[in-house]
């Protein structure tokens, strides 16, 4: 029973345009949302979250958007940047589990 | 400041050998977890501890055993590998669990042939 799913196992974006990186979930008692990053032979890092609350975050070239009654949300980078390179998480949080459920990861690659 | 640390970085174990990982965070958290992730998956939780002395299982705890007798340490222990534990396995922690905003270690890559 997969609760948080990212359909996409990849993206490849141009440097210099937008990465819209999705996610969905399925238990409507999630109220915490966040977004990992993970380079090769590296531990995830967090990069941004979003309070149930809320339908949009931002912090610098990061926003994420969250739309509760699709049980849906999104990563936007922009730009992109080669750097970006790396594996996307999305965890969700709340209702009866106090733990944090993760997406299976989009793999995103910023090429020149 | 180091951060979350974890020992050893690369493992192959024969079937039916045991192990321990180790994991230390030098940031005086309660929230301690381990986490597998396996090709193509998201990270599944093993177990977690809320503090010293307290330790709880997670999604997938068989075949693991943890301990946590101080804030720093919690280490895994594996009894009995088997092949289907090959997997990386991340450390990490969190100073409280309504922030969530886990600290991860650098993994351990674990093959079990």
């Known amino acids: 029973d997969q609760q948080v799913k990212q359909n996409s196992p990849s993206l490849s974006v141009q440097e210099g345009r937008i990465s819209i990186l999705n996610c969905d979930y399925t238990n409507s008692m999630f109220d915490y949302f966040l977004w990992y990053k993970k380079y090769p032979a590296e531990g995830p890092t967090f990069l941004i979250s979003?309070?149930?609350?809320?339908d949009k975050n931002e912090d610098g070239r990061f926003t994420v958007f969250l739309n509760k009654s699709a049980k849906h949300l999104s990563l936007h980078i922009v730009p992109s940047q080669p750097g970006d390179s790396a594996v996307y998480f999305c965890a969700a949080y709340g209702g009866h589990t106090d733990k944090l459920i993760f997406g299976t990861g989009t793999r995103l690659q910023v090429f020149p | 400041n180091a951060g979350v640390t974890q020992t050893p970085k690369f493992r192959i174990l024969k079937i039916g050998q045991s192990m321990t990982l180790q994991c230390t965070q030098d940031m005086n958290h309660n929230y301690m977890y381990w986490y597998r992730q396996d090709p193509g998956m998201g990270l599944k939780l093993i177990y977690y501890s809320v503090g010293a002395g307290i330790t709880d299982k997670g999604e997938v705890p068989n075949g693991y055993n943890v301990s946590r007798s101080t804030t720093e340490d919690f280490p895994l222990r594996l009894e009995l590998a088997a092949p289907s534990q090959t997997s990386v396995y991340f450390c990490?922690?969190?100073?409280?669990?309504?922030?969530?905003?886990?600290?991860f270690g650098p993994g351990t890559r674990l093959t079990v042939t």
């Open positions: 979003i309070s149930s609350i809320k």
């Open positions: 990490a922690s969190s100073p409280r669990a309504e922030a969530n905003e886990q600290y």
